[in-house]
């Protein structure tokens, strides 16, 4: 089974700067998700990543398949930006009900 | 477009009464339908998924159960609460698989068993 660890838990920052939340897994997979849960709890899906690099606003997420690691950085902070930041990864050959889930990072961008 | 709808918001319940959680999905059809529960500090775990109508896959045992009636319309139910079973409750969706998945989560639903 999957084994899905994100660094740092938890993540304090000053408006404005830059900021990456790494995320590593033990096993080869066919997909990854980057998630934002905010306070209230709801969660959105942020990017998925089987190869390369996609970038979406502030937001990058890269993923490096040799290394098992993949990294979401957020540029220009915003405290609106604070939320927990949840990568989930989905096992080659996985059911439809695989998907692995870090425990995600605290984000708080201060102003 | 492809919304996701989750009630109630919050339910505070006593031990030992039913449960009832309801999940419904707009703007697509056949989509894969997933019970999540989030415990404090802890990564999501799968309670549920289902890949068509009545067809249910269960990942963990558990005091709970899932049905789906209808192709967008995802239940979870208990006949009789435990204290354990309390936690935050996520219904999602997805669809396509590999490189083209999309994954859609409802508002949560904070469970307080007492």
């Known amino acids: 089974k999957n084994e899905v660890e994100q660094s740092p838990q938890n993540l304090t920052a000053q408006e404005g700067e830059f900021i990456t939340i790494n995320c590593s897994y033990s096993v080869g997979i066919s997909a990854l998700h980057w998630l934002q849960q905010h306070p209230g709890g709801g969660i959105v899906s942020l990017f998925m990543l089987s190869s390369g690099k996609k970038k979406h606003g502030r937001l990058i997420a890269t993923i490096n398949i040799q290394e098992k690691h993949s990294s979401l950085h957020i540029t220009a902070s915003h405290p609106r930006d604070s939320a927990v930041y949840i990568c989930?990864?989905?096992?080659?050959?996985?059911?439809?009900?695989?998907?692995?889930f870090g425990k995600g990072t605290k984000l708080s961008v201060k102003p | 477009s492809q919304t996701i709808h989750q009630w109630p918001a919050t339910l505070v319940q006593p031990v030992g009464s039913p449960l009832s959680l309801e999940c419904t999905v707009e703007g697509t059809s056949n989509p894969n339908l997933y019970w999540y529960r989030q415990a404090a500090g802890r990564g999501l775990q799968l309670l549920f998924y289902?890949?068509?109508?009545?067809?249910i896959s269960s990942e963990v045992p558990q005091n709970l159960s899932a049905s789906r009636p209808q192709d967008r319309q995802f239940i979870l139910s208990s006949k009789k609460l435990l204290l354990s079973d309390s936690g935050f409750y996520l219904c999602?969706?997805?669809?396509?698989?590999?490189?083209?998945?999309?994954?859609?989560f409802g508002s949560g639903t904070q469970l307080s068993v007492l």
């Open positions: 999602a969706w997805s669809e396509g698989l590999g490189t083209n998945e999309k994954l859609f």
């Open positions: 289902s890949v068509g109508i009545g067809q």
């Open positions: 989930a990864v989905r096992d080659y050959g996985g059911s439809q009900g695989n998907l692995i």
